[in-house]
């Protein structure tokens, strides 16, 4: 294993990817499925070559930097928002908050259902931000191509009428119109080492505990929680839990789709 801890070493060393953030197992899982591409045989045979070539260099960051993400990313969680975002129509608005935004698909689902549920732009504000400043040079794009595996079209058939929200892009991409944009803000922000934020009506973090390591999670579920004011609503992935001391500060709104209510009190 001296190995393998020393290739991690190596690329948190010279690369931007803080490999110690993430769990072992999937880690290993990745740096193996390059390890096969290249014919490596062991460890120490692959830091050689990420040491030769800037081209796997680049392409091992990619295979760990799961920005993997989708508009509209499991329906039912967003039939549910739907009826937040509802109940915010006639305020003074709502702040949301997309922690862990990737190419920004999901604040940007954020900023469109709100617009669609009746909420007038200057009513929604939408912080998007992520660790990944290369995922987050794509969101403030707003570009999305369709691929093999992933239909964007599809995706946006959750609206009623998506050609409010986005353009066309040639054949098979859409780009997000300028006023949908307008609500978005992106930003860095590491959720392990940066300090929390305040007041948020809703936060959606959601789809990167699963990947990171165990003693990392409460830091994140502490920054997130003490970001949301009393009352306001936690989402979370669709495999994602709150752990122990972080689950006493919300009752389940929907438990089945993972969204929580904040319960008033400190940390
Ligand atoms: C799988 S994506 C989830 C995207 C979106 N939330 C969703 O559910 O579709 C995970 C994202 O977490 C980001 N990430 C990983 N570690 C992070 C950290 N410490 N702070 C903030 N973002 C982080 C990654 O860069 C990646 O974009």
Redesign the pocket.
Same mark, same amino acid.
């Given at each position: 294993m001296t190995d393998f801890k020393d290739l991690l070493s190596y690329v948190e060393r010279e690369t931007e990817f803080?490999t110690s953030?993430?769990d072992d197992s999937y880690l290993d899982r990745r740096v193996s499925a390059r390890m096969r591409r290249c014919g490596a045989d062991s460890y120490a045979e692959y830091l050689d070559v990420l040491r030769e070539d800037d081209e796997e260099r680049v392409a091992l960051l990619d295979t760990l930097?799961?920005?993997?993400?989708?508009f509209f990313?499991?329906g039912k969680v967003w039939s549910a928002l739907e009826d937040v975002f509802t109940d915010h129509a006639d305020s003074s608005g709502i702040s949301i908050w997309?922690?862990?935004?990737?190419?920004g698909?999901?604040p940007y689902s954020l900023a469109m259902l709100a617009l669609d549920a009746g909420l007038s732009p200057w009513q929604v504000d939408v912080l998007a !931000? %992520?660790?990944?400043q290369d995922?987050l040079a794509r969101a403030r794009a707003g570009r999305y191509q369709s691929t093999r595996t992933a239909d964007i079209r599809e995706q946006l058939d959750f609206l009623e009428d998506p050609l409010e929200y986005v353009e066309r892009d040639g054949d098979h991409g859409f780009v997000v119109a300028d006023h949908v944009k307008d609500v978005v803000t992106f930003e860095r922000?590491?959720?392990? !080492? %940066?300090e929390p934020k305040s007041g948020f009506d809703l936060v959606?973090?959601?789809?990167?505990c699963?990947?990171?390591d165990k003693q990392?999670k409460r830091p994140?579920l502490d920054t997130v929680s003490a970001s949301i004011r009393t009352d306001g609503h936690l989402v979370l992935?669709q495999t994602e839990t709150l752990p122990n001391g972080v689950k006493e500060r919300f009752e389940a709104a929907d438990p089945r789709i993972r969204i929580y209510r904040r319960l008033p009190g400190d940390d």
């Open positions: 803080a953030y993430y930097s799961v920005n993997v993400t989708e990313r499991d997309s922690a862990a935004c990737a190419d698909r999901e !931000t %992520d660790i990944d995922a922000h590491d959720l392990i !080492t %940066d959606c973090c959601r789809n990167v699963i990947y990171i990392y994140i992935g």
